[in-house]
């Protein structure tokens, strides 16, 4: 499940990124799954949720409802950048998704994969020292405007003693109604 053309050490960087996301929101199940497919029945509840190739076209703000409502925890969007220069229309602009994320958790953070190897070599020797596979924003231009990938991390985890307490009385009428 890669829709990205992304070298192994692009892979390996997300796989890494989503290792180090699963210890620290503590996830004990993982569920992948790539947008735009069509399912009518109801995802199958996980920890954490991965969702691959986010697309503006066949991506609405229903489908993600649905995907952060399948999530306990957290919810993690992979999209093309569309702050790439030239990239395609495939691609969510950061100013067009986030408010679709807002609207179901909060962004803890968003990050860029896959820049160009001339860009990685600029950006390394402006940092003097290694560069990771995977860059956190705030990054500079150069970065936002060539990295291919962009992921959104959303906690999906309920804000508020009340909304803890309406997931707990739901729960237990599904229980009880079982």
């Avoid at 735009?36 to 991506?59: E, H, I, K, N």
């Avoid at 919810?75 to 067009?96: H, I, K, M, Q, Y």
Wanted: charged fraction near 25%.
């Amino acid at each position: 499940m890669r829709p990205f053309d992304l070298s192994p050490e692009g892979r390996r960087a997300i796989d890494d990124y989503l290792v180090g996301l699963v210890a620290l929101f503590g996830a004990e199940s993982i569920l992948e799954v790539v947008a735009g497919q069509p399912s009518a029945s109801p995802l199958a509840g996980a920890d954490l949720v991965v969702c691959r190739d986010v697309r503006p076209r066949s991506t609405s703000r229903h489908d993600l409802e649905r995907l952060a409502a399948s999530a306990r925890k957290v919810l993690v969007v992979f999209t093309g950048n569309g702050e790439r220069v030239g990239a395609p229309s495939s691609a969510f602009r950061t100013c067009d998704i986030a408010p679709l994320l807002w609207a179901v958790g909060r962004v803890r953070d968003h990050a860029y994969f896959g820049l160009p190897a001339p860009v990685a070599a600029l950006v390394r020797w402006r940092r003097g020292g290694d560069l990771p596979g995977v860059l956190h924003a705030p990054v500079p231009t150069v970065v936002s405007r060539s990295a291919q990938l962009h992921a959104f991390v959303v906690d999906t985890t309920p804000r508020t003693p009340q909304a803890r307490r309406r997931l707990r009385t739901m729960a237990e009428a599904r229980e009880a109604g079982s």
